[in-house]
Nanobody, 126 residues
């Protein structure tokens, strides 16, 4: 089992920045593909960004490409999402997810991930 805990969410103005963190338990983090997802009220959970286990591949949803950056620090068992130029449309609960394994792939589908955090709220106001 892998436990994931998100943090860093909050209220930010349009155009501002926020950095989300996801702390993972155990020693499996370094061999897991990781992803960030978000879900607005009444909406489906959607892929935001993903990074593979070796940190040499990352991918982003078109809606955040160029504004968000996913990264990981395996020594700290922590996943990050740097969010810049925030828009009201970015308002959602953000979740991190883990998929154990050493695949070089980056996964965008929710069913590919085995473990999920509880989420952290991001609110972007004008």
């Amino acid at each position: 089992q892998v436990q994931l805990v998100e943090s860093g969410g909050g209220l930010v103005q349009v155009g501002g920045s926020l950095r989300l963190s996801c702390a993972a338990s155990g020693r499996t983090f370094g061999s897991s593909a990781m992803g960030w997802f978000r879900q607005a009220p009444g909406k489906e959970r959607e892929f935001v960004a993903g990074i593979n286990w070796s940190s040499d591949i990352s991918t982003y949803a078109d809606s955040v490409k160029g504004r968000f950056t996913i990264s990981r620090d395996n020594s700290k068992n922590t996943l990050y999402l740097q969010m810049n130029s925030l828009k009201p449309e970015d308002t959602a609960v953000y979740y991190c997810a883990a998929r154990p394994g050493t695949s070089t792939s980056v996964y965008q589908a929710t069913y590919r991930y085995s473990y999920w955090g509880q989420g952290t709220q991001v609110t972007v106001s004008s």
